[in-house]
């Protein structure tokens, strides 16, 4: 076997428990339990890398340079990264501070545009700048004095500017505490490369290429641009709305952005609309292209879930997402979507707005208004009963059942292989329901509440295949907010 097929050989230490690390599943003979979190184990190479993390937060400055490839000796079980480095032939850290001029030649990269300014070339060293994602919530003053009580086990042993732990996170989501996940990637990002340098005519044969190496250059750092320098923008900006509520503070955590994917947690009400903002910047940046765009997937999780199965759940939403195929006209649209809370919409019909705006149209207009309608008039709200979100999400609910009936049947395509509206009783059924609300809600919001009865009729019901989407979204935001 190769030394490098050695290095992606499992290192069994058999069997112990306390040996196997509880970030990345792996034995590790020197895995120990952390002194602060009780039953945690940590193995070298994950203690390195979050080493790393609390490093990196602070830093300004990357550097790297060559060395001799270190010796790969296959029964000492992996180091940290900088062993990986090492091993192929590489070595690199992150400063505060511009590093001091070395005799070895080096490349040192400013990871903001300030930290570029009092960098400069000598002749050892090469200077550039470097994109990276770096987003991290810290804990504050008021974290610590607020959530005492609440997190005690989880925020022992933390100081102020340590970074959040996920269960504080959670806690500072607006209704339900979840830590939402998101995961993200453009669509069809290889077939942009490798088609998208072709000229084609009427009957598909090629015309001419022009795949020239600045043009998949340009293209590739195009990309790299929006995923590494635009998105950590918006999420500094969405984290600087959040610091504005000394109950929030930073909501969103980078855990990976770069190339063409995304992946990030945080509370989970931000995360949606982060994802979204994504979505919505895409366009402009790609200046319209139709063939340019992304899909995400975004899921909820709470208490001590770990994070790689979060992962694993966001990637297998955000796969969900990429199978879906929007018709118009008989013209198919594949992917850009995104999966949440278990459905798939195209990001269009879930609404690019920006800002947000409230219209019924969208998920997250109906979802916006939806909101001012249920919240609690001392809220500013209009005081409607959580009833009407009932409503729409049953009406969806018995859609979608007599739906999955007809595609078991596969009765569920016209002849032009069209999904057809699926009629039901459930239709007039929800029309009524609201009316009679309407009625009853007179003084509160009943004229909103019939034109959205009048609205789902006027469109043939279309909106029932998401309105409980949108309701139940609003549920989710509107539980325990009493406790704040
Ligand atoms: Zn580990």
């Not at 091993?87 to 511009?98: I, L, N, S």
């Not at 190339?259 to 366009?283: K, M, N, S, Y």
């Not at 790609?286 to 790689?308: F, N, Q, T």
């Not at 278990?342 to 979802?367: D, I, Y």
């Amino acid at each position: 076997m190769t030394q490098l097929g050695k290095v992606f050989l499992p290192q069994e230490d058999g069997g112990s428990r306390d040996k196997q690390c509880s970030v990345c599943g792996r034995e590790h003979p020197g895995t120990e339990e952390t002194d602060r979190e009780g039953g945690v184990h940590k193995c070298p190479p994950c203690l390195s890398y979050e080493e790393l993390g609390k490093d990196l937060r602070k830093a300004q400055y990357m550097w790297l340079r060559v060395r001799d490839m270190a010796k790969l000796d296959e029964n000492t079980p992996p180091g940290g990264w900088q062993d990986v480095l090492a091993a192929f032939g590489f070595e690199a850290g992150v400063t505060e501070k511009v590093p001091r001029p070395g005799v070895q030649p080096r490349v040192v990269l400013a990871l903001d545009d300030q930290a570029t300014q009092h960098l400069a070339p000598d002749r050892n060293t090469a200077v550039g700048r470097r994109f990276l994602v770096n987003v991290t919530p810290l804990i504050t003053q008021l974290d610590l004095e607020n959530y005492r009580d609440q997190l005690r086990e989880d925020l022992k042993g933390l100081e102020k500017d340590d970074v959040k732990p996920f269960s504080l996170l959670e806690a500072q989501s607006r209704g339900i505490h979840r830590l939402g996940v998101l995961r993200m990637d453009l669509d069809d990002g290889g077939k942009l490369f490798s088609d998208g340098f072709v000229e084609y005519d009427d009957k598909g044969a090629v015309v001419r290429r022009f795949a020239t190496l600045s043009r998949v250059a340009a293209l590739s750092f195009a990309i790299s641009l929006f995923f590494e320098g635009w998105v950590e923008f918006l999420a500094q900006e969405m984290n600087q709305e959040t610091r504005k509520d000394p109950h929030r503070g930073d909501t969103l955590y980078s855990i990976y952005s770069g190339g063409d994917d995304l992946f990030f947690v945080g509370a989970w009400d931000r995360v949606v609309e982060l994802a979204r903002r994504v979505r919505a910047d895409l366009t402009p940046f790609a200046a319209g292209h139709p063939g340019i765009h992304a899909s995400a997937g975004v899921v909820l999780v709470g208490g001590k879930y770990p994070l790689y199965q979060a992962a694993r759940d966001a990637g297998e939403a955000e796969d969900a997402a990429k199978r879906y195929e929007r018709r118009v006209n008989g013209a198919k649209h594949p992917k850009d979507a995104l999966n949440f809370l278990g459905q798939t919409v195209s990001w269009s019909l879930f609404g690019l707005a920006q800002p947000l705006v409230e219209e019924m149209a969208t998920v997250s207009g109906l979802a916006q208004r939806l909101e001012r309608l249920t919240r609690p008039p001392e809220e500013g709200g209009q005081g409607v009963p959580a009833a009407l979100l009932r409503i729409l999400m049953r009406t969806q609910e018995q859609h979608d059942e007599a739906a999955k009936k007809r595609r078991m049947c596969g009765r569920d395509l016209n002849r032009q292989g069209e999904e057809q509206t699926l009629w039901g009783p459930w239709m007039w059924r929800s029309y009524y329901m609201l009316k009679r609300m309407a009625r009853r809600q007179k003084e509160r919001g009943g004229a909103e509440i019939e034109a959205l009865a009048e609205q789902l009729k006027g469109e043939n019901f279309r909106a029932i295949e998401w309105i409980g989407l949108a309701a139940r979204w609003v549920e989710l935001l509107s539980r325990n907010s009493a406790s704040r």
